[in-house]
């Protein structure tokens, strides 16, 4: 019975943390960089270890592959280059479809 509980309670904390970062994913550009600055490091380090499972962020993924840590800045410098280009490619990619739906209209 216990153990059904704890797996109920880690399946719930997990879907507020995806939530965390989904959210930080689609936000918009404008005060992003000042969003970003208020997050602790951890928070920074854990949302680019989640976007890129294969990367080497957090302390600890660093420290056991013998990868330099990373600094708070530069985690800011990266999480705001990939929102970057997750909206560069989104808006590519809504401009690609309005095209082609005007050629096929026409």
């Not at 936000?27 to 680019?48: A, F, H, I, N, Y």
């Not at 985690?75 to 082609?100: F, P």
């Amino acid at each position: 019975m216990e153990n059904k509980f704890k797996e109920k309670r880690v399946t719930i904390s997990n879907s507020v943390w995806s939530d965390w970062r989904e959210q930080l994913k689609e936000s918009e550009l404008v005060g992003l960089q000042q969003r970003l600055e208020k997050l602790e490091k951890e928070m920074l380090l854990d949302w680019l270890q989640w976007n890129n499972p294969k990367g080497n962020y957090t302390d600890r993924k660093c420290i056991e592959n013998g990868v330099q840590q990373i600094s708070k800045s530069k985690a800011i410098k990266y999480i705001y280059k990939e929102i970057l280009r997750i909206h560069m490619k989104r808006k590519y990619s809504d401009l690609s479809s309005t095209h082609a739906q005007l050629m096929f209209n026409n």
